[in-house]
């Protein structure tokens, strides 16, 4: 997992509950969360997705900004989603891999 300051590590954290509706993974083990900012009030999260043509994009989205609310200092939330890095396999963590090998999905 990429290096996070301590002041949005608590945001990470929680993100490790919201999972990818295809797989029983995380969206931070999957490697679709790219970097958490605050400021103030609100968070600013970048992602990626696996494909651009995800039928999932909305729910995850949706997902990510109720878990992020949930948190009593957050009042906004603001997902920017870009395709730059393009999301690969190598972006997976060690546990998103072996949850993929597990499911009988190649994880290289």
């Given at each position: 997992?990429?290096?996070?300051?301590?002041?949005?590590?608590?945001?990470?954290?929680a993100?490790?509950?919201?999972?990818?509706?295809?797989?029983?993974?995380?969206?931070?083990?999957?490697?679709?969360i790219?970097?958490?900012?605050?400021?103030?009030?609100?968070?600013?999260?970048?992602?990626?997705?696996?494909?651009?043509?995800?039928?999932?994009?909305?729910?995850?989205?949706?997902?990510?900004?109720?878990?992020?609310?949930?948190?009593?200092?957050?009042?906004?939330?603001?997902?920017?989603?870009?395709?730059?890095?393009?999301?690969?396999?190598?972006?997976?963590?060690l546990?998103?891999?072996?949850?993929?090998?597990?499911?009988g999905?190649?994880?290289?």
């Open positions: 997992m990429k290096a996070v300051a301590g002041g949005v590590r608590k945001y990470w954290d993100l490790k509950e919201v999972n990818d509706p295809e797989f029983p993974i995380s969206v931070v083990d999957m490697g679709l790219y970097n958490i900012e605050k400021n103030g009030a609100a968070l600013y999260v970048t992602m990626t997705f696996t494909a651009v043509s995800c039928a999932c994009m909305d729910w995850i989205k949706e997902d990510i900004e109720n878990r992020l609310l949930k948190e009593p200092e957050v009042k906004e939330v603001h997902i920017e989603v870009v395709w730059s890095p393009p999301w690969t396999v190598e972006m997976m963590s546990k998103g891999r072996d949850k993929m090998r597990y499911w999905v190649s994880s290289k």
